[in-house]
């Protein structure tokens, strides 16, 4: 692993980000002894159905938000979302998976959460108003990982 990551490496780019799940305590390692530092943990969940709560369905724009994790950054929305808005908050949505969310607080995420059914959320960093949201609801969070950055 540690061959093929420094041969990786040579041609990269001078800042590289990347993800390690939270219990791939070897990969972390590595990671840690090649330079890479955590600049964040990251967390997946999971939400049952919830009573779909008003809100209004508007044109799909991105959000504008910076520091996304790669996934969700505006360069990798889908052609085909939708973007809903509450006071004090927005969402994109595909399907079941929420791609961007940004809310004030915790009411203004909780109501954008409740569309009615199902949904996943990749990615949201660790105390984001969307994750307090998320558990007042009912979420589990599946999994958890470390973003991680190195700068040469």
Partial sequence: GRALTESVLEGAPTAVTLEVLESNERAKRLYDDLGFEVTRRLEIWSLPEQPEVEARQVDPAPLGQTDLPWQRDDASLPDDYERFEVDGGAMLL?????????ARDMHAATALLSRGK???FVNVPEGDVASAALAALGATMSLRQYEMRLVR
């Fill in 94 to 102: 595909k399907g079941g998976n929420v791609l961007q969310l940004q």
């Fill in 118 to 120: 199902a949904l996943s």
